[in-house]
């Protein structure tokens, strides 16, 4: 019988974490317990994590006099993990029906994989989240490397917000970095995938809840933040744990080439959209990073990413509207 610990840090998110609880009690898998981390909440965080608890033995809860800090909960959880499956699951989010079993299925048919991604998705309330579709029957598996240069070559998401990992791989990599406050589940990803293969779900593990009171909702509207944390991920990786891989100074300089890409049409977004001083801001950090990339359009940029048509269409018709208007 396989085990799962999920720890869940909770900090003022009463309104969420029933659900959120709810979600993982659901799943069809055994030796499940779950561990709320309370970090300090002024709300009625601790009563609801104290009510569920009563109602069912395998909740526990660690509750703190002082806030810690996210990583300083998520590090905790690590030190508290005991099962052979672990993974942390951010109050406000919700497991995907299915998927964690889905996962402890496919890492128990794949031993050499370190780790279980879901695909990214987002969701504003639970009512969206049961009407997502669902593969519960099908995954693939990437060697770690491989996953590692395709993180490397994409600027879009990768689902690190949740990720179900080996209890004895997690012990072994070790913390979250506490220097990363937005991107540290992402390091920590390629981290683990040094480890091993990882097994890459055709649904989602888990779903983002993106509301107004999301503690990282203010970094999310920043892209030049962003991107300078997406650049601090690669090169405290590739100065780690990544600098022994095959062509780790390859995968690097692509990484940070798809980061000073993205400055640029976002640099260009802003400008079209009559914010020019960040606009400028963009181009500036894409110069530093490649100048080449700042001063030759880099075309083929736009065709990689998922959407990025739509977006075209939609800055260059709020820039035409503005100079209308």
């Known amino acids: 019988m396989m085990s799962v610990d999920v720890v869940i840090p909770c900090y003022n998110y009463a309104h969420f974490l029933e659900q ?45 006099d002082k806030n810690i800090g996210p990583q300083g909960s998520f590090n905790e959880g690590i030190d508290l993990a005991r099962a052979d499956y672990f993974m942390i699951l951010c109050a406000d989010d919700l497991v995907s029906p299915g998927a964690l079993r889905l996962g402890v299925e496919a890492l128990e048919r794949h031993p050499e994989a370190s780790l279980a991604v879901g695909v ?10 049961d009407k997502l579709a669902r593969n519960e029957a099908d995954w693939t598996t990437t060697d770690g490397p491989r996953f590692i240069d395709r993180c ?19 012990k072994q990599v070790g913390y979250y970095c506490s220097s990363l406050p937005f991107y540290d589940d992402f390091q920590l990803v390629l981290r683990l995938a040094r480890t091993g293969s990882v097994v890459e779900l055709h649904t989602p593990l888990a779903v983002r809840r993106i509301h107004e009171t999301s503690i990282s909702e ?42 000073a890409e993205t400055a640029f049409w976002s640099a260009a977004s802003h400008v079209a959209r009559g914010k020019a001083g960040t606009g400028l801001e963009l181009f500036r950090y894409g110069f530093s990073l490649r100048p080449a990339t700042m001063l030759l ?19 260059v018709s709020e820039a035409l509207g503005r100079r209308a208007a």
């Open 20 to 64: 959120c609880v709810a979600s993982v009690l659901s799943e069809d898998v055994d030796g499940l317990r779950v561990i709320i981390i309370d970090n300090a909440s002024t709300d009625s965080s601790v009563e609801v994590a104290r009510r569920l608890g009563v109602a069912d033995s395998r909740v526990e809860i660690v509750c703190h």
């Open 120 to 129: 990214y998705r987002e969701t504003r309330s639970i009512e969206e989240q």
């Open 152 to 170: 490397c070559r994409s600027i879009e998401h990768v689902a690190a917000h949740a990720f179900l990992v080996r209890t004895s791989i997690q």
């Open 218 to 259: 203010p970094a999310w509207g920043n892209r030049l933040r962003l991107l300078r944390e997406r650049q601090a991920v690669f090169d405290s990786f590739f100065a780690l744990d990544g600098g022994q891989l095959p062509g780790a100074d390859k995968m690097h300089r692509l990484g940070i080439k798809r980061i």
């Open 297 to 315: 359009p880099p075309v083929g940029h736009l065709f990689r990413m998922g959407g990025a048509s739509k977006r075209v269409v939609a800055v």
